[in-house]
C-alpha cells in the first residue's frame, strides 16, 4: 500500500514536472502553423548572401555560437544601441559578423508574420543553413527561443579565447553543457571561414614557452603562416583556418590538427590533451568509415545541443521587431 502511494507520488511529480516544462520547450517546426513559410524565407536570405559573398556562411555560424555562449542562445550579441557597453563591443566577439543578414531575414519575416519568428532562432536557422550551404550535413533545427532583454558587455568577458589552456577551453564548455566531445566537434565549425592574423601574433611570434614560434606548429607549414601573417604586418590579413578546404565543410580540420596545420592555437590545443585527442582519433580510425562515429552526424548533435544553452522560452523574454533593438 505504502508502496504503491510512493510509486503514484513519483509519477505526479513527474507528470506534473513534464507539463511545466514542456510549456517552454524548442522543438522543431515551432513556426510550423504560426509562419510555415520562416525557415524557407531564412534559407532564401542566407543562400543570397553566400552567393555574392564566401565569408557569409561562415559568418553566421560563428555568430550563433556567439550568441549562445553569451547570456545564451537569446540574441543578445544584435543589439546596437550605439553604446559602449552593448556586448557586441566585447573584444571576445571580435570579427563576428552576419548581422546585416539576420536583420535583412527578420524584415522579410516580418512582413509575413509580425511580430513572431525570434531573431535568436533566426541566428539558429541560418547557422544550420550555413553548414548545409557549405556542403555540411543537414540537421533538423529546434526554434522556439524567445530574445532577450539584456546586453551587457561585461557579460562576454569569458568567452573562449585562441589562448586558452585546454582545461580552460574544457571549463568553459562545461560550464555550458558541453562535454569534451562537443569542444572537438564545435571547434571543427573552423572547417569553414578565416582568421585576422591578429589572432596568431601571439602563436607565431611569442609563444609563451620559448618566446618563438609554437612548436606544435607542422615545419612545413609555420614559413607559409609567417608569409601572410608577417610580425609587424596588417593584423587584419585573413588567413583560412581549414588550409586548403576553407570553402567545404568537412573533416579535412581535424585531419590539419592533427598534421600540425591547425592555425588557432586552441584548435592546435585540441590534439595535446588525452581525451580531446582521442576525440579527434576516432574519426579516423581504421574502420571508422563503416564503424567510427560520423562527423557529420556529431556535429550535428552538438550544434541542437549548444542551440539549447540558456534558451528563454514560453513567457519569458519577448519576441523583437527589429533585431538590433530593443523597442
Ligand atoms: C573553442 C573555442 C573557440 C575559439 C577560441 C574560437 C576562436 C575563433 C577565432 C579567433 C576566429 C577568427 C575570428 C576573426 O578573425 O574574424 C574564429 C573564427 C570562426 N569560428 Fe571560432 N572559436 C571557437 C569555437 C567555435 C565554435 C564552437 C564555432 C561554431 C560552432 C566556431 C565557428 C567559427 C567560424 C565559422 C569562424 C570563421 C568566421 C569567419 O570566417 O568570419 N568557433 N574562431
Ligand atoms: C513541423 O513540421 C515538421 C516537418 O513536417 C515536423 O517534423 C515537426 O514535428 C512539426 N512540428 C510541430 C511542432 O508541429
Given at each position: 500500500?505504502?508502496?504503491?502511494n510512493l510509486k503514484l507520488l513519483v509519477l505526479m511529480i513527474i507528470t506534473c514536472s513534464f507539463v511545466v516544462s514542456s510549456q517552454?520547450?524548442?522543438?522543431v517546426g515551432f513556426y510550423n502553423k504560426s509562419c510555415p513559410d520562416a525557415e524557407a524565407i531564412i534559407r532564401g536570405v542566407v543562400r543570397e548572401a553566400s552567393i555574392s559573398d564566401e565569408n557569409s556562411a561562415p559568418g553566421l555560424l560563428r555568430l550563433h555560437f556567439h550568441d549562445c555562449f553569451v547570456e545564451g542562445c537569446d540574441g543578445s550579441i544584435l543589439i546596437d544601441n550605439g553604446?559602449?557597453?552593448?556586448e557586441r563591443h566585447s573584444s571576445g566577439h571580435q570579427g563576428v559578423r552576419g548581422f546585416d543578414v539576420v536583420e535583412r531575414a527578420k524584415a522579410l519575416l516580418e512582413g509575413v508574420c509580425p511580430g513572431t519568428v525570434s531573431c535568436s532562432d533566426i541566428v539558429a536557422l541560418a547557422a544550420r543553413?550555413?553548414?548545409f550551404l557549405t556542403k555540411g550535413p543537414w540537421y533538423e533545427a529546434e526554434t522556439g527561443r524567445r530574445d532577450g532583454m539584456v546586453s551587457n558587455v561585461r557579460l562576454a568577458d569569458n568567452l573562449p579565447d585562441v589562448g586558452d589552456s585546454i582545461h580552460k577551453l574544457k571549463a568553459k564548455f562545461i560550464e555550458k553543457g558541453l562535454n569534451e566531445k562537443d569542444?572537438?566537434?564545435?571547434?571543427?565549425?573552423?572547417?569553414?571561414g578565416t582568421t585576422a592574423c591578429f589572432f596568431l601574433g601571439q602563436r607565431l611570434y611569442n609563444f609563451p614557452a620559448g618566446g618563438g614560434a609554437d612548436p606544435s606548429i607542422n615545419p612545413d607549414f609555420?614559413?607559409?603562416?609567417?608569409?601572410?601573417c608577417p610580425q609587424k604586418g596588417d593584423v587584419n590579413v585573413r588567413v583560412a583556418l581549414d588550409?586548403?578546404?576553407e570553402q567545404t565543410f568537412d573533416a579535412q580540420i581535424l585531419q590539419n590538427i592533427r598534421s600540425g596545420f591547425a592555425v588557432l592555437q586552441s584548435d592546435a590545443t585540441l590534439y595535446q590533451d588525452v581525451a580531446t585527442r582521442r576525440v579527434v582519433d576516432s574519426y579516423f580510425e581504421l574502420l571508422s568509415p563503416f564503424l567510427g562515429p560520423s562527423f557529420e552526424?556529431?556535429?550535428?548533435t552538438s550544434m541542437v545541443k549548444m542551440g539549447r544553452i540558456g534558451v528563454l522560452t514560453g513567457s519569458k523574454g519577448t519576441i523583437r521587431r527589429v533585431c538590433s533593438s530593443f523597442s
Open positions: 500500500m505504502e508502496l504503491y517552454g520547450k524548442l522543438r553604446l559602449e557597453t552593448d543553413d550555413a553548414v569542444l572537438v566537434i564545435l571547434s571543427a565549425a573552423h572547417t569553414i609555420l614559413p607559409e603562416l609567417k608569409l601572410t588550409r586548403g578546404s552526424a556529431d556535429f550535428a
